[in-house]
């Protein structure tokens, strides 16, 4: 009878050291990211770039933090109406969804949730009118910003579109 359990042990030992596996792949893989300096209301910022589907699909998943003066930035090949989700981020998160002059539509602190809630259950966080771009920050860069200041903030220099940035997959 011991055997069994034994078996599941080793099954459960294997899952666990699965899940911690693919969350160093993704935090390597993200690290590959390519990095850009921009500046956003004025501020100096190193951003990661996602313009591919991968990179934007991995997000900041996995991370434990993200320093003061770094982010990521997304960037669309045209402006459509976005919608991000906080599945495996395990830190909550500032986004700034910008048009295609690189201008603030709209804003959130979104909270970070658990990885175990079904896809279904997780919170959506639209931008509600078209943008080209996506900022996310450590939680409280944005929202500590008044929003007449935001309202006034454009990303510079403005990502250059080009054949690199692939079209959106929709889920």
């Given at each position: 009878?011991?055997?069994p359990i034994a078996i599941s042990r080793i099954k459960f030992a294997?899952?666990?050291?699965?899940?911690?596996?693919?969350?160093?792949?993704f935090s390597e893989d993200a690290a590959k990211a390519p990095v850009g300096n921009f500046k956003f209301c004025g501020l100096p910022y190193q951003l990661e770039i996602a313009k591919t589907n991968q990179l934007r699909t991995q997000g900041l998943m996995y991370r434990d933090e993200v320093a003061?003066?770094?982010g990521m930035l997304f960037i669309f090949k045209k402006p459509e109406a976005l919608s991000f989700?906080?599945?495996?981020?395990?830190?909550?998160l500032d986004i700034a969804f910008l048009d295609a002059q690189g201008k603030v539509v709209k804003s959130y602190l979104m909270a970070s949730e658990s990885l175990?809630?079904?896809?279904?259950?997780r919170t959506f966080y639209s931008s509600v009118?078209?943008?080209?771009f996506a900022l996310e920050f450590a939680?409280?860069?944005i929202s500590k910003m008044p929003k007449a200041d935001l309202q006034k903030c454009r990303l510079q220099p403005l990502p250059k579109i080009d054949d690199s940035v692939e079209e959106s997959?929709?889920?």
């Open positions: 009878m011991t055997r294997i899952l666990v050291l699965s899940f911690f596996s693919a969350s160093r792949v003061p003066g770094k989700w906080m599945k495996n981020v395990k830190i909550p175990m809630i079904r896809d279904n259950k009118k078209p943008a080209q939680a409280g860069t997959s929709k889920f």
